[in-house]
């Protein structure tokens, strides 16, 4: 049994008091200070964890102004902040061990767009996609780019001066920003804009907080000059963190301190709103695919690309792109990047055009074509074939794929991980490839795997050097090669930040700014922040004073994960190996990942929260001598004792009473997952929620009772079958008001569906396909089992949806097959969601000693729910390794696929259907869009893929009476408004729970794609 583990770090008391008095000053935000909610903002997307004393999400710049003005009283002068957005800093600027100031879950609103101006105002929580969103209806989007932008908020980006693909014609994100509203430490707001002629000299007069800013600011970029002049490279990414170079224009006497806050990453003051100026969307876009035979050829070919005349040039090494043929992510792409026959390609240029005049750009892409084209026939520059793409939905799928490369490089098999920490060095582009040749030698030197891939038109590359951090050797090794990339990165020229800002690197900004430039940063400091309280270690000091800036020597997540027991993490590699990259906090509603977060805007409610939970929770049991792994052993080997359930009942008795056991944190986190399964495919790491959670739940519940309902949920299988025989008895009842009452305050269970009326078994009582023979089938000759098609049973379609399962009898017998239908087994999948793990590993054995056995005969098993037949695929075998064998369930468009065939293939005419696929289904099986189209195609009819995420029924969670708003709010997230806009007859479902919850919201079911199909063939 699990122990009890109190360990929370508990909150500075100076801290506590703070945050009371804070919750009765008129702050309208949310407050939190449970351990799992701080460890949830203690990581990033780097390697660093710094656990803060609490995390505020303040709802107005109104709140943070209470907030400062309470902090500027002195019992509270030693509190300091920390601003964050995203949480997808690659070099830990957001991490502080103070209060963390989250501006994403409530201060994301567009507040005002002027299209004739260009511009737009919004709030700084508002994420980069979603903006563009908003704006596209105006032709116009904020083109500053990162590979992060589905999560990342422009506060963060404003922050880190943040940038991306097509830099080189759309800049940075200061080249972006009109003027922001702020709120310094003191709690009074400024907005900035350009402030030129006699109204700068008014403000610089002006004896004011204001007056004073503006006089620093103004003093050291006149004052020093020729230092900036000589000090800032000539580069793209200019030097940021703080921008003397573009704060003040000497010619226009025009000073702006918009360029100073950009970069500035929170140590000046809060962001929470800004002009942003937009650009117009091109009218046509082309990307040309430019394949080489190296990555060193890519990269000295790149400068023809930049003199084309292209928008922007990308570049990808060989090991992304193995790492992308073997992600989810390369079924989108690859015959956009097609293999060159007889050649091997180990380098890519992704050359993008984008204008206004279709001509025009024509023009310039046969230019380039006709180049490349003499290359390849004089064999010159390594360049071994190319594909034009002038598709806009093909050119965002490819960018989607190199967005992913980031995280890709993370998947990769060993306990050596890709990590950033010089992932966005900067040189002049014309010295990249010999910049590239001496980073590349050392770390060869230090026998280090790699990727590569960057904005080679701006000269930045991305590199993410492969270490153990939980090695403490390597985390040394992660210091030499620092050092060693700052002075290499000096000696040509270029920076060490080149778009990701600086965070824990700061202690390098001495070695660009240089000691006069980099004291005139701690004196900008010291007059907006003096003491030293906004985000304090990172880009400087104030001047006087003498604390130290953060270092890339600070602690990591591998000395935490170092102190669980090396078996136990190659045990859990499911949470562990999450780097933080945190594709999960994607803000499309119509994305399958992850629900939860969308739900709740609560980062422990998403796979890294939970991923980063369950490693702290591990470390907590290592600490204490537990060994989890031999704990899941016996658990499995042996069956409930009299003992146990007394020391259970003690331990939910205290649970009760309010004893504090941080496994109730994991717990209340796991509660909320609604395994979909989504996170297993779609995040890059494949971080695999589900699988983790049933193991937690599993022990969690050896130690405290398990409610009702979860019994419940797991014994399904056993009690739908006999229900089924008879619902003109079991269908009243439920419908009773007394037994749905009493569900709800018994069970926690709402909405109780009803048995299928007709059952199955009356629907099959004269069909042939009800008539299971096993030793008939073994008897058949090869032929006969050629017209074969076994038709395996799941609790949901069978008991409770029971005319699918018969409309796809009469589909088989339509396309000339003999359908038998298989006596039920049970799936065990219920049981695996609540974490029944040993009840769940029985059946598996038991389903898959009979799936096998018909496996044998070589006969198609299919299945119709998607979840139940990729449990056999994914699940069993985790459970049941090799002892699962290899019998395969097909899912019904696999089958079809197979058969459809045998009809002759119809024009298309008619109207469309709509098929809304399963969450499970689509992101484990990306082709499925594609699969039944090519079916509905083939029998004359158009089918129209819907693109919706989560419909929030997921299995049984939308029944529990805890989870049931939330259900139906995720519902109407991406469900509600295409099926108000679409036919409803029109539109069809594969999940059995997707078409459970529609019936339930709009009142009327909708149907199944064989149901289509079965009347296309009528």
Request: proline share 5%; glycine share 8%.
């Amino acid at each position: 049994m699990i122990p009890r583990l109190d360990l929370q770090q508990q909150i500075n008391p100076t801290y506590f008091s703070f945050l009371d008095s804070l919750a009765s000053s008129g702050f309208r935000g949310d407050i939190e200070r449970s351990y799992g909610s701080r460890l949830a903002m203690a990581t990033d997307n780097s390697v660093y964890q710094c656990l803060p004393q609490a995390v505020v999400f303040p709802r107005s710049t109104q709140d943070l102004v209470v907030m400062l003005s309470l902090a500027g009283k002195d019992a509270y002068r030693d509190i300091r902040f920390a601003p964050r957005g995203g949480g997808t800093g690659t070099n830990g600027q957001s991490l502080n061990d103070n209060i963390v100031v989250d501006l994403s879950r409530h201060m994301h609103q567009l507040l005002k767009v002027d299209a004739d101006g260009r511009k737009v105002r919004v709030q700084t929580g508002m994420v980069k996609d979603r903006l563009n969103q908003l704006v596209a209806p105006y032709k116009l989007f904020f083109s500053p780019d990162l590979s992060t932008s589905n999560r990342a908020t422009i506060g963060g980006m404003i922050n880190t001066d943040a940038s991306g693909q097509g830099s080189l014609v759309y800049g940075k994100t200061s080249d972006h920003v009109l003027g922001v509203t702020a709120v310094l430490v003191d709690g009074s707001i400024i907005e900035t804009g350009p402030v030129s002629g006699e109204a700068l000299d008014a403000k610089l007069a002006e004896d004011s907080r204001e007056g004073e800013l503006y006089r620093c600011v103004h003093d050291s970029v006149t004052g020093h000059a020729d230092e900036i002049e000589r000090r800032f490279p000539k580069l793209n990414r200019f030097l940021t963190g703080y921008d003397l170079k573009h704060v003040y224009d000497k010619e226009r006497h025009c000073l702006d301190l918009t360029r100073l806050l950009c970069g500035s990453e929170g140590s000046l003051a809060f962001i929470t709103e800004a002009w942003l100026d937009l650009t117009p969307i091109p009218a046509c876009r082309t990307l040309v695919n430019v394949k080489y035979d190296s990555f060193q050829s890519a990269l000295r070919n790149a400068p023809l690309m930049v003199e084309a005349e292209a928008l922007s040039v990308e570049t990808v090494d060989s090991r992304v792109l193995n790492l992308a043929r073997e992600d989810i992510v390369w079924h989108s792409v690859s015959d956009l990047i097609q293999d060159v026959p007889g050649k091997v390609m180990d380098g890519l240029n992704m050359v993008e055009y984008a204008d206004q005049d279709p001509q025009a750009q024509q023009q310039k892409v046969s230019a380039l074509c006709a180049r490349l084209d003499g290359l390849i026939e004089r064999g010159e520059a390594g360049v071994i074939g190319y594909q034009v793409c002038d598709d806009l939905a093909s050119l965002n799928r490819i960018y989607g794929m190199r967005k992913k490369a980031v995280g890709l490089l993370g998947n990769t098999k060993g306990r050596k991980k890709p990590v950033a920490f010089v992932e966005d060095t900067a040189v002049p582009p014309e010295h990249l490839a010999d910049y590239i040749n001496e980073f590349r030698a050392l770390l060869d030197e230090h026998g280090l795997q790699y990727g590569m891939f960057g904005h080679v038109d701006a000269g930045v590359l991305h590199v993410r050097p492969a270490l153990d951090m939980t090695d403490p050797e390597q985390e040394v090794m992660l210091r030499k090669i620092s050092d060693r990339v700052n002075a290499l990165t000096a000696k040509y020229g270029g920076l060490m930040w080149g778009e990701h800002g600086k965070g824990y690197r700061s202690e390098y900004s001495p070695t660009f700014f240089g000691e006069i430039l980099f004291t005139e940063l701690r004196r900008i400091k010291s007059a907006f922040d003096p003491f030293n309280r906004l985000n304090p270690g990172k880009i400087c000091t104030p001047l006087d004073s003498l604390e130290q800036l953060v270092s890339v020597d600070a602690t990591k997540r591998g000395f935490f994960d170092r102190q669980i027991p090396v078996n136990v993490r190659d045990g859990f590699t499911q949470a562990m190996d999450c780097n933080g990259n945190g594709l999960c906090f994607d803000f499309d509603v119509r994305s399958p990942m992850c629900p939860s977060m969308k739900l709740t805007a609560d980062r422990r409610h998403s796979p890294k929260g939970r991923a980063g939970l369950v490693r702290e929770w591990l470390r907590q049991l290592s600490a204490q001598g537990f060994d989890p792994l031999a704990e899941e052993a016996a658990v499995m080997s042996r069956g409930s004792s009299v003992k146990s359930l007394v020391e259970r009942v003690k331990s939910t008795w205290q649970k009760h009473r309010g004893e504090y056991d941080f496994s109730h944190e994991v717990k209340e986190a796991m509660d909320g997952c609604l395994a979909c399964k989504a996170c297993s495919s779609q995040c890059p790491i494949k971080v695999d929620v589900p699988t983790f959670r049933a193991r937690f739940l599993q022990m969690y519940h050896q130690r405290y009772q398990r409610p009702p309902k979860d019994y419940l949920v797991s014994w399904v299988e056993s009690y739908s079958p006999w229900m089924a025989k008879a619902p003109r008895l079991v269908n009243p009842l439920i419908k009773h008001k007394w037994v749905q009452a009493g569900a709800r305050s018994v069970l926690g269970m709402v909405d109780m569906p009803l048995v299928s009326e007709p059952s199955l078994q009356t629907l099959l009582a004269d069909s042939p396909a009800g008539q299971f023979d096993l030793v008939r089938l073994q008897g058949m000759n090869e032929e006969e089992k050629a017209r074969t098609v076994l038709i395996v049973q799941d609790p949901f379609t069978s008991f409770y949806d029971a005319q699918v399962v018969y409309d796809l009898v009469r589909l088989a017998t339509a396309l000339g097959l003999n359908p038998v239908v298989l006596p039920f087994r049970p799936n065990g999948k219920p049981a695996h969601v609540k974490g029944f793990l040993r009840r769940f590993a029985a059946m598996a054995a038991d389903s898959a000693q009979f799936l096998n056995q018909l496996a044998r005969l070589n006969i198609p098993l299919v299945g119709v729910d998607p979840s139940l037949v990729l449990c056999y695929r994914d699940e069993y075998a985790k459970v049941l390794g090799q002892a699962r064998g290899d019998f395969e369930v097909l899912l019904p468009q696999e089958w079809l696929l197979q058969v459809i065939d045998k009809l002759a293939q119809k024009p298309l005419a008619g109207e469309p259907w709509y098929l809304f696929a399963h969450c499970t289904e689509k992101t484990a099986k990306p082709a499925t869009h594609q699969d039944w189209s090519r079916i509905f195609a083939h029998l004359g009819a158009r089918l129209e893929p819907v693109s919706v995420g989560c419909c929030g029924m997921a299995g049984t969670y939308g029944h529990e009476s805890q989870h049931v708003e939330g259900s139906k709010t995720l519902y109407g997230l991406s469900w509600q408004e295409p099926l108000a806009r679409l036919p409803q007859q029109r539109c069809l479902a594969t999940g059995f729970s997707c078409r459970s919850q529609v019936k339930r919201m709009e009142g009327q079911g909708i149907k199944h794609p064989v149901q289509a199909l079965l009347s296309l063939l009528a």
